[in-house]
């Protein structure tokens, strides 16, 4: 078989996130649960029961959508096959009717179950030889799902978040033509900005699926919006699934952005973060030196820098020039004079900064007494040129 050339998107593949456990199992439904899923192959008749099944969708019968998600139900350990053309062509009726009867399934259950319904036909056009018609699914399905997104119900919006998790990552079992994949790309980026709104549902449980599905996209240029979320200030859960997330993803969730987090008011946080830091590589003895200087008391977070000369397993320039930055003037003003005889660029550079713009007028004369030092003695600072200098004219070669 000829090997599938990959789609050059913006989302490079990933594994996706988990289906929701026994999402498809409608209670109340008034389908057979013992219906065999054989039942629902594609017959040679003019109207198979998967033409039936697109029909009853159609009409928002829940009792369709209880046996088409059976049908979609993946056996264990067995391989998905290909569709045929003939197939694929009722598959597709099938999403349409789902498409067309979204809305007016009754309850939130059954509208996540669409939801992931309609995830797991797009999956059927994963496998190869995945027929050409496969872009027909795309429309449908990017209406469902941004039908879902919006639903009043906070399960509905993150069933279908975990659903477009599995999205990201999704491509035809084909090799594809230039225009095809452009207009994957652009399927898929379009969902992008909708998720990334999601930050700000009202529910925190529709907060967290947000953050989850942006994790599960490979670059972190996409992904980061999601890291402003660590400082929700009403949601543990939603500060803990960032940590969780991102928590292999180093460039995102930065060792200082996780210490913060060992003095987090909800409970298990403060733990969960110093297993985050340690699984980082970083010592029992970092680990307390950072909390000191993540403290929430400005005089904790004082105190601890005339401790950085006594680790050496720690750069004191890192630290002087965050605990520059500190919004206690206490914690500037006692940085500031930790860097008397630095010599570092960066030191420098931050001094001068402190000097001139400083709110404090107490850390600016501080770091301007220390700039001043800076200056080898006697020396004056350079005048310019005057008119008519030999450094004003050029030189004949």
């Known amino acids: 078989m000829a090997s599938r050339r990959r789609t050059t998107l913006v989302f490079p593949g990933l594994i996706?996130?988990?289906?929701?456990?026994?999402?498809?199992?409608?209670?109340?439904?008034?389908?057979?649960?013992?219906?065999?899923?054989?039942a629902l192959v594609p017959a040679a008749a003019s109207r198979s029961p998967l033409s039936t099944l697109a029909d009853r969708l159609r009409g928002s019968e829940v009792d369709a959508l209880a046996t088409l998600a059976q049908a979609l139900e993946k056996t264990p350990n067995v391989a998905a096959k290909a569709v045929s053309d003939a197939e694929a062509a009722e598959w597709l009726d099938v999403l349409s009717g789902l498409r067309a009867g979204y809305l007016k399934f009754?309850?939130?259950?059954?509208?996540?179950?669409?939801?992931?319904?309609?995830?797991?036909?797009l999956d059927k056009f994963a496998v190869e030889p995945a027929p050409s018609t496969w872009l027909q699914a795309l429309t449908p399905v990017r209406d469902i799902v941004c039908t879902g997104l919006v639903d009043r119900d906070v399960n509905v919006r993150a069933t279908t978040l975990a659903a477009l998790g599995k999205v990201w990552s999704w491509y035809p079992g084909r090799s594809l033509i230039d225009v095809e994949e452009t207009?994957?790309?652009?399927?898929?980026?379009?969902?992008?900005?909708?998720?990334?709104?999601?930050?700000?549902?009202?529910?925190?449980?529709?907060r967290a699926a947000a953050i989850a599905c942006l994790a599960a996209i490979p670059l972190d240029t996409l992904a980061a919006p999601a890291i402003a979320c660590l400082e929700d200030p009403t949601s543990g859960a939603v500060r803990h699934q960032v940590l969780?997330?991102?928590?292999?993803?180093?460039?995102?969730?930065?060792?200082?952005?996780?210490?913060?987090?060992?003095?987090?008011?909800?409970?298990?946080?403060?733990?969960?973060?110093?297993?985050?830091?340690?699984?980082?590589?970083?010592?029992?003895?970092?680990?307390?030196?950072?909390?000191?200087?993540?403290?929430?008391?400005?005089?904790?977070?004082?105190?601890?820098?005339?401790?950085?000369k006594e680790h050496d397993e720690v750069d004191p320039v890192v630290w002087l020039l965050q605990l520059s930055r500190d919004a206690d003037e206490l914690v500037r003003t006692r940085a500031v004079e930790a860097m008397i005889g630095k010599?570092?660029?960066?030191?420098?550079?931050?001094?001068?900064?402190?000097?001139?713009?400083?709110?404090?007028?107490?850390?600016?004369?501080a770091a301007s007494k220390l700039v001043a030092d800076l200056r080898p003695a006697g020396a004056t600072a350079a005048l310019p040129p005057l008119p008519g200098s030999a450094s004003l004219t050029p030189k004949a070669n």
């Open 183 to 206: 207009t994957l790309s652009d399927w898929k980026n379009a969902f992008h900005g909708q998720v990334v709104a999601q930050r700000g549902d009202r529910d925190p449980k529709g």
């Open 244 to 308: 969780a997330s991102f928590a292999n993803r180093p460039a995102l969730l930065t060792e200082e952005l996780i210490l913060k987090h060992l003095h987090d008011p909800e409970a298990g946080i403060p733990q969960f973060a110093e297993i985050l830091l340690k699984a980082r590589g970083l010592s029992k003895d970092q680990i307390a030196l950072g909390r000191l200087i993540t403290s929430p008391k400005p005089e904790i977070r004082a105190s601890v820098i005339p401790l950085l």
């Open 106 to 121: 009754p309850t939130p259950h059954s509208r996540a179950v669409a939801v992931t319904a309609a995830q797991h036909i």
């Open 16 to 38: 996706g996130l988990a289906a929701t456990a026994g999402l498809f199992t409608l209670p109340g439904c008034g389908g057979s649960a013992s219906t065999p899923t054989a």
């Open 343 to 365: 010599t570092d660029t960066e030191i420098r550079d931050r001094l001068r900064e402190m000097a001139s713009k400083d709110i404090s007028p107490a850390v600016r004369a």
